[in-house]
């Protein structure tokens, strides 16, 4: 019964390079969840995704940051043409239902940029 | 700006006494709270959650109270054990929405 599983685990990019974060939730789950963590800081809610929808993206800065969950495969986050301020770790949570329903938490991409 | 904090960055206990860990949330529309327990290098993992109709709710070793007056939760961990030293997140669900709001963390270290 695998959890959330995310790959890369760590993630070192240059400055202008793209950076490719996968999630695959846990069996069952349909909704999946990014957040992003700085260093000692709490987790900041990025995008809310069902198949194929994105249903909340809120939290995505508006340039360079794209997600997708396609029908076939894992959730992606997308960077293109990082900076050093992408520098975190990305978190994937997936539920079985929305709303109000428990998020579990994969071990989370770990990205640098030099 | 986020609506859910903490009252202490760090909490240190002696091995086997019961830790308290605090949160304030500002948004009374919330109506599904969660402690998560980060260790290093790790997802957060799920400890206990609580909706807005309970006061508290009980878990192994873990009990969670919710203050809807005045907008506070707390977990509470009974025995404490070196395994339990982590970072401590509350969230919080804004009702209607499918979203964590996170707070900042409490940083639990145990003393032998």
């Known amino acids: 019964n695998a959890g959330v599983m995310q790959n890369p685990r760590h993630l070192v990019r240059r400055r202008g390079q793209e950076a490719r974060l996968r999630c695959s939730p846990m069996?069952?789950?349909?909704?999946v969840y990014w957040y992003r963590q700085l260093p000692e800081e709490g987790l900041k809610f990025m995008v809310y995704?069902?198949?194929?929808?994105?249903?909340?993206e809120s939290g995505m800065p508006k340039e360079r940051f794209s997600a997708e969950f396609p029908k076939e495969g894992p959730s992606i986050l997308r960077i293109q043409q990082v900076v050093r301020g992408d520098s975190a770790a990305y978190f994937c949570?997936?539920?079985?239902?929305?709303?109000?329903?428990?998020?579990?938490f994969g071990p989370g991409t770990r990205l640098t940029v030099l | 700006g986020e609506s859910v904090g903490l009252h202490l960055p760090t909490l240190s206990v002696q091995e086997g006494d019961n830790s308290i860990i605090n949160c304030a949330y500002s948004n009374s529309a919330s109506d599904y709270f969660i402690w998560y327990k980060q260790e290093s290098g790790k997802g957060p993992q799920f400890i206990i959650d609580?909706?807005?109709?309970?006061d508290k709710r009980q878990g192994q070793r873990v009990t969670v109270l919710l203050n809807k007056t005045v907008k506070h939760l707390s977990l509470q961990i009974a025995a404490t054990q070196p395994g339990d030293s982590a970072v401590y997140f509350c969230a919080e669900n804004l009702q209607g929405a499918q979203k964590l709001v996170f707070g900042q963390g409490t940083r639990l270290t145990i003393n032998p």
């Open positions: 949570a997936s539920s079985r239902w929305g709303g109000s329903d428990t998020q579990y």
């Open positions: 609580i909706r807005s109709n309970m």
């Open positions: 995704l069902q198949k194929e929808n994105i249903i909340d």
């Open positions: 069996k069952g789950h349909s909704h």
